[in-house]
Nanobody, 124 residues
Framework: QVRLVESGGGLVQAGGSLRLSCTTS????????MGWFRQAPGKEREFVATISWATLSVRYADSVKGRFTISRDNAKNTVYLQMNSLKAEDTAVYYC?????????????????WGQGTQVTVSS
């Protein structure tokens, strides 16, 4: 069993930055493709970013490209999401995800493990 715990959410002004962290426990972290999704009130859950376990290849949603950076530290079993130039429309609950089989996919159904989520609120 894999457990994902997010942290780092909070309230920030538009144009500001936040860094989310997701620490995992359980099976070998370095074998997982990791990612982030988000869900705003009244909206569908949407893909944000993902990073592979082997090549550290990354993929981003168009809406965050150039502003967000996903990275991972396998020694610390942690994946990060650095969010810069935040906008009001980035306000959402952010979920950390993991998969043993997914390869840089944006499909939520491909990720078998989900964290409990952390709230990010951007004030305009």
């Amino acid at each position: 069993q894999v457990r994902l715990v997010e942290s780092g959410g909070g309230l920030v002004q538009a144009g500001g930055s936040l860094r989310l962290s997701c620490t995992t426990s359980g099976r070998t972290f370095s074998s997982y493709t990791m990612g982030w999704f988000r869900q705003a009130p009244g909206k569908e859950r949407e893909f944000v970013a993902t990073i592979s376990w082997a090549t550290l290849s990354v993929r981003y949603a168009d809406s965050v490209k150039g502003r967000f950076t996903i990275s991972r530290d396998n020694a610390k079993n942690t994946v990060y999401l650095q969010m810069n130039s935040l906008k009001a429309e980035d306000t959402a609950v952010y979920y950390c995800v993991a998969s043993l089989t997914a390869t840089l996919t944006s499909e939520s159904s491909s990720y078998g493990y989900w964290g409990q989520g952390t709230q990010v609120t951007v004030s305009s």
